[in-house]
């Protein structure tokens, strides 16, 4: 999708409490569709992605530097790519398989945008560190490998900044992420219990 061709209107939608009001839609969507009790596979891909969460709030000193440890050698935005693993995880877990084209049609819909304001925002602040960081590292989907260290050391020399904090990661509420994991299996799980004790699974 050209950036320079989407309005500006839909731009400042999916800012803000749009995000909310969309998880609540995911909600309703999963009280409609959990007929089946959560499976293995997608109850780890979900897992995964709490842990993506959790392991890349380590790293992030907002407003500081820019993030280069951990899973930031890998990827630009692991937060966002531990959100949508998450919802695709439950989705897969209660083997709804459309909620999973769903929710993967929507995620880039609203996320691509949202992630190109914050890169503009990012650059503003850090110049360019940031810039390099950019051209070093796919934005949403990961390589199998790194980025070089050397490369990366352009754009945050800090030493402290490479090892993960367990200190900044309960700064940044990174515990969260394994409530949500809980909650959203726990969900899927007792709403397809009363389907089938109501007898309409």
């Not at 800012?15 to 998880?23: D, E, M, P, S, Y």
């Not at 951990?70 to 935005?77: K, L, M, Q």
């Not at 083997?95 to 084209?101: C, G, I, P, S």
């Not at 949202?114 to 110049?127: A, P, Q, S, V, W």
């Amino acid at each position: 999708m050209n950036e320079s061709l989407t309005p500006n209107w839909y731009r400042g939608f999916i800012q803000g409490k749009t995000r909310i009001a969309l998880a609540w839609i995911f909600a309703a969507l999963l009280i409609f569709s959990a007929r089946n009790y959560p499976t293995a596979p997608g109850i780890i891909l979900c897992f995964l992605g709490a842990t993506l969460r959790f392991w890349a709030s380590g790293y992030l000193r907002k407003d500081s530097r820019p993030a280069v440890g951990g899973p930031y050698a890998w990827v630009r935005n692991p937060l966002y790519l531990g959100t949508y693993l998450m919802a695709l995880g439950t989705a897969w877990a209660i083997q709804n398989y459309v909620l999973l084209a769903v929710i993967t049609v929507l995620f880039a819909a609203i996320y691509h945008f949202i992630i190109l304001d914050e890169e503009t925002k990012l650059t503003r602040i850090f110049g360019e560190p940031y810039a390099i960081y950019r051209s070093a590292v796919p934005r949403f989907f990961p390589r199998p490998w790194p980025a070089k260290h050397s490369m990366l050391e352009k754009v945050n020399p800090e030493a402290d900044h490479w090892r993960f904090s367990y200190e900044i990661a309960v700064k940044n509420k990174a515990m969260e992420a394994y409530y949500s994991f809980a909650g959203l299996i726990g969900f899927v799980a007792l709403i397809a219990w009363l389907w089938h004790w109501s007898g309409r699974a």
